[in-house]
């Protein structure tokens, strides 16, 4: 074949520069059977834009070529990764890529020795012109063949050798020098250790030299003659005649074959090794041989290919595994629609979940349903079909769908198969029809026909350049394009045979024009391409993601909060009930349309109805919304507070907002019918509210309908969820219409009496609010005499609430509290009028830490316990001091022990806690109330007088007092512990209470020692000492970590940050791990939490602990 290449212009759709600045073509003509090898630059100056190469050789996949000169190949997965092929290397062409029937790019293997596993694709151009054909090949490859097998024979040569002679060897010899240095060193050390005479012992020594000069004089050999004769046989070397020296030179002698024999073997079986690895070098090339005749027969299997597809293709076209299904029959579409076809995929359950509940077991076996909505509901049709001729494509479900433990495995996949598989929809008007096809067209493709960007994608660069004609990766972009683009080519064929045979859309086109069915020019004139999964050409919805406007919405949630459930496993997870008995469920029977909110210790619940489907037993379960059990799991519940009924509305029919969301439209259609009927049932309502605001002039006709929407939905939350007053509730009306009064005329009216209100309060004002309740609110700084009251070992963040009375000339204050203002958590219940510049300083992007009110509790009882027992508990430190407890004290504590054990049927340990102190690592962290425990039995016997003892006996001990006097028999011990919640009771057991040990007050006595090998490899590993390096060393491997508490004192320093062990233990780690070139110049930094502490455990004047002082753990004696 004579290939010749003309370097010209290039189609303008492929056009891209090329090296060398000039776009080029490729032409071929018939080939010589033995051509000789020629290339020559031809006329370069008949055309400054033309560059004529011709080249005689053999162009044709499964003969060899020879590589001229190094030359580098671009590694298409990379743009900027390359490696070279070598000169005179000969390499197989596999295959050569053809665009518009020229040569375009040639794939050659790679050369067997490096595995004859990946190809290399060349522009034709610079093929021919580095490659020549390789006519020797076969002498070529067989010479390397050969050159393999030589290195195995000299191996195998060596190996021989060293089975005679190992010592002959370099590297036996080696380590057999090695050795025997070993098991000299070892004589040495065994002699020195040795308790033999001084005189013994330096015989010994001259003995084990005189043996290494005699080897090291043997020319080079360690084998030398003995003078003790060596047998297998014991009795031939006793009737040798044997003595203590002679046996020491049995054991040298012994100890160097081994040593011989360990070294020769190893070295034969590294040299097997080696031979097998290099034998392993065969492989590829006879693996090329196969794959020779595989390339000269490729255009026949191509060829054959193409007809397979052809043939494939056509049974779409006459039917032959097609189904058609009718549906619906009626009267054809206008002949003047053209086919619409639908790029986006439908989905039944997400379709049909706008009319009617769809539950989550909807899989392929509930199609009847979709299928009788469709017949039923016009509505249902005008949404999936959006034109009235229309082609759609169809699946059951995007989801995975949980089935029972019943299914099995094959039911699953079945099940998931079809689930996933995909049909077309056709509709013609009033005519609806279904097809199936079991050849394949359209099903595996993500829509119906590609995206420009997916088309443009093919031919785009990792990096983001267009790849174009002049590109090594041409090539494959175009392999990559004609799979794409098959799956719509086949589509057409099915469409045109549906039509050819069936007529299955009707009369859209001339009769006359039916041939021409699968042009382009035809499908420009009756087809319509309605991108509407292509979101480069979308305008979008200007909706906000489902999930985005749901945590919005659920941002506003309070006490006496409406809202709706979508009953997922996230609302399962967040109920510990739920949790812990598998067989209760929600009652969905007595599920309300909507639940109120209620507030629990600063977190906000719902009380769901349940059933158990063991015993049929009825009750209620706590669902929180938030809060530690709520695990901060998507958001399984709707806030109805700022929920409208237009926004809903367009969630339900928004297509891309709904996908993969059925649960939630279960969820939306509720909202939507309660807001229906909330909207029928305030018609008259509304209309007297409107009425009124219009003749009065407050309100404009455009203004009065979000006005009366959000003055009802605000008195609603205020009011916890109450349905809107009637006409009749003259009070309720008034807030009404004052709550549509303009807020900025309510701000301008009240400016100088709320100015004056601010200046008699001698506060920063922050924000001025109007509540559902027709009040004002007044937003200020808290002073320090507002926060004097409370503990101060929290990051302060609460501001003040002034609830404010309206008079005739001024306002006056009704009531203060402190509030948590959080960052996007919206006050449904309030109205904002005027704020501050120093709002925004206050508003957080944390949650509330914890009630305010937990801190002045706090505070009241270190206070108050430090007074009452801080002498008692000084003077009891060594022993039992019986002075007594003071009375009111001692009576709590007895009630509180006398509750416990009521509840209890067996003898359990009754803990006291004395309250020491509040923490909070920084801002935005969880604040700890700490504690100091001990059993309650221990510091009544301690601490009380004999009457007190005698009562706790004889009320609280009555059932088990042998448990209890054992009990005594333990040392009295004060442990540290920390809660997230006030303990509210002088006596519990340990499950009431969740407590945790403090960090910092147990400190490890070493780490772990001896890292294993494989992990020394590691980095900060490497100077770590392995056990065998500790032996070695005279001392034991760690392999335990042992704890130590500290004391008091040191326990209560290390909290606060100025414990000495965490320094030396932050410079140990920064010299092993080494952070720092400089580790002497690190500072430690130690974290310093707020805190507020008890005087039972912290001097402020002296600035140290002082806890040892009053909690001991020494006995208490009986």
Not at 138 to 143: G, I, K, M, Q, S
Not at 840 to 852: D, G
Request: neutral net charge.
């Amino acid at each position: 074949m004579i290939a010749t290449i003309l370097r010209g212009a290039q189609p303008s759709c492929l056009q891209r520069r090329p090296l060398d600045g000039r776009p080029f073509s490729c032409t071929l003509d018939d080939m010589s059977p033995t051509p000789s090898s020629q290339i020559s630059l031809v006329n370069e100056d008949e055309s400054p834009q033309f560059q004529r190469i011709a080249s005689e050789d053999v162009l044709a996949p499964g003969y060899y070529w020879r590589l001229k000169n190094d030359f580098k190949v671009h590694d298409t997965r990379w743009s900027d990764h390359s490696f070279t092929l070598h000169a005179r290397d000969v390499h197989l062409l596999v295959d050569i890529f053809e665009f518009e029937g020229a040569p375009h790019t040639a794939i050659l293997l790679s050369h067997p020795r490096n595995g004859c596993n990946s190809t290399y694709r060349i522009l034709i151009a610079d093929f021919l012109t580095n490659f020549e054909p390789a006519k020797d090949a076969e002498a070529v490859r067989t010479d390397e063949q050969t050159q393999i097998m030589r290195e195995v024979a000299a191996m195998q040569e060596e190996m021989a050798q060293a089975q005679e002679n190992p010592l002959a060897l370099p590297g036996v010899k080696a380590a057999v020098e090695e050795a025997l240095e070993k098991f000299e060193r070892e004589m040495v050390a065994e002699v020195a250790a040795s308790q033999e005479t001084q005189t013994k012992r330096t015989s010994d020594l001259r003995k084990i030299h005189r043996r290494a000069a005699r080897r090291s004089t043997a020319a080079g050999n360690p084998l030398v003659a003995r003078s003790v004769t060596i047998s297998d046989q014991v009795g031939l070397m006793i009737s040798g005649g044997i003595n203590s020296e002679g046996l020491q030179e049995l054991t040298v002698e012994a100890r160097k074959r081994i040593a011989i024999a360990e070294s020769t073997s190893k070295w034969l079986i590294a040299r097997n090794d080696d031979i097998a690895t290099k034998l392993k070098c065969l492989a590829p090339y006879y693996a090329e041989k196969g794959k020779v005749a595989l390339a000269r027969a490729s255009k026949a299997i191509k060829y054959v290919k193409d007809i397979t597809q052809g043939l494939n293709s056509l049974k779409l076209y006459t039917g032959d595994g097609v189904d058609v299904v009718s549906i619906l029959e009626g009267a054809s579409a206008s002949t003047i629609e053209p086919l619409t076809l639908v790029q986006g995929k439908r989905y039944m359950d997400e379709e049909l979940a706008v009319w009617v509940p769809v539950e989550d077991s909807f899989d392929w076996h509930s199609q009847r349903l979709f299928f009788e909505a469709l017949k039923a509901n016009p509505s249902l049709v005008d949404q999936v079909f959006p034109a009235p001729r229309c082609v759609v494509s169809m699946a059951v479900t995007s989801r995975s769908i949980e089935y029972s433990r019943e299914t099995t495995a094959f039911q699953r996949v079945m099940n998931e198969i079809n689930n996933r598989a995909v049909f077309l929809l056709v509709r013609d008007g009033q005519n609806i029809h279904v097809v199936y096809s079991s050849e394949p067209s359209h099903e595996a493709a993500d829509r119906l026909f590609p995206t420009q960007s997916e088309i443009e994608g093919e031919f785009k660069g990792i990096d983001g350049t267009r790849i174009g004609l002049q590109d090594v990766a041409f090539g494959k972009s175009v392999e990559n394009f004609n799979d794409l683009s098959l799956h719509y080519k086949r589509f057409l064929i099915l469409l045109c045979g549906l039509d050819h045979r069936l007529k299955l859309f009707g009369e859209f086109y001339p009769p006359e024009n039916g041939l021409q069915f699968m042009s382009i020019d035809f499908q420009q004139k009756f087809f319509l391409f309605l991108d509407d999964d292509n979101p480069a050409r979308l305008l979008g919805e200007n909706l906000e993601p489902v999930q985005d406007w749901i945590s919005r919405c659920n941002k506003a949630v309070r006490s006496g909060s409406r809202v709706i459930t979508s009953l997922d496993r996230n609302m399962r997870s967040a109920s510990p009930q739920l949790q812990r008995m598998t067989s209760m469920e929600v009652d969905s029977d007595r599920l309300p349309a909507q639940m109120v909110v209620s507030r629990e210790k600063g977190c906000h619940y719902i009380s769901m109805p349940t059933s158990n489907g063991r015993s049929g037993d009825r009750g209620q379960a706590n669902v929180w919304l938030d809060g530690p059990d709520n695990k901060d799991f998507k958001d399984w519940f709707l806030c109805m507070d700022l929920v409208r009924l237009e926004t809903v509305q367009r969630y339900i029919y928004s297509r891309i907002n709904r996908s993969g969301h059925i649960s939630w439209l279960r969820a939306f259609k509720r909202a939507e019918a309660i807001l229906l009927a909330e909207k029928a049932d305030q018609a008259e309502l509304r209309a007297a509210l409107a009425k009124a605001a219009l003749e009065n002039g407050v309100l404009r006709e455009g203004e009065v309908d979000e006005a009366i929407e959000n003055a009802i939905a605000t008195w609603r939350a205020a009011h916890r969820g109450a349905d809107a007053p009637a006409l009749t509730d003259t009070k309720a009306l008034h807030e009404l219409l004052s709550l549509m009064y303009p807020s900025d005329r309510i701000a301008k009216s009240t400016e100088s009496m709320v100015d004056r209100l601010i200046s008699d309060l001698g506060c920063e004002p922050l924000m001025l609010c109007r509540t559902g309740k027709n009040r004002l609110t007044l937003y200020v700084e808290a002073t320090p005499d507002d926060k004097a009251p409370y503990a101060s070992g929290v990051q302060w963040g609460w501001v003040k609430r002034v609830l404010i009375d309206v008079l005739k000339t001024k306002l006056s204050v009704a009531s203060t509290s402190l509030v948590w203002l959080q960052k996007d958590k919206p006050n449904a219940m309030e109205t904002l009028l005027r704020e501050w510049p120093l709002l925004s300083s206050w508003i957080q992007e944390h949650h509330e830490p914890c009630p305010v009110r937990w801190l002045s509790d706090a505070k009241t009882a270190i206070t108050s316990q430090a007074a009452l027992l801080g002498d008692v508990l000084a003077k009891g430190r060594g022993a039992p001091v019986q002075s007594g407890l003071d009375e009111t004290f001692t009576r709590e504590l007895l009630w509180d022990a006398i509750d416990v054990y009521a509840k209890l049927s067996y003898y359990e340990s009754v803990w006291t806690a004395v309250p020491v102190g509040v923490l909070q690592a920084s801002a935005g962290k969880p604040v700890h109330f700490l504690y100091a425990r001990v059993k309650t039995a221990h510091f009544v016997h301690r601490y009380g007088n004999p009457d007190q003892w005698s009562d706790y006996k004889s009320q609280v001990l009555l059932d088990d007092k042998h448990s209890a006097q054992r009990a005594l028999q333990d040392a009295i011990e004060w442990t540290l512990i920390q809660t997230s919640e006030p303990i509210k009771k002088t006596a519990f057991r340990a499950s009431q209470v969740n407590s945790t040990t403090p960090a910092g007050t147990k400190i490890e006595s070493h780490e772990s020692g001896g890292v294993k090998r494989k992990d020394r490899r590691d980095f900060f590993n490497r100077d770590s000492t392995t056990r065998a390096k500790r032996r070695a060393a005279g001392g034991a491997p760690l392999h335990h970590r042992a704890t130590l508490d500290l004391s008091w004192s040191r326990s209560i320093e290390s909290i606060l940050g100025i414990a000495p062990h965490l320094r030396r233990k932050f410079y140990s780690d920064a010299k092993r791990f080494r952070w720092s070139d400089k580790n002497e110049q690190i500072k430690f930094e130690p974290q310093v939490p707020l805190h507020h502490l008890s005087p039972l455990i912290w001097n402020a004047e002296q600035g140290r602990s002082v806890a040892n002082r009053y909690f001991s753990t020494t006995k208490t004696g009986n």
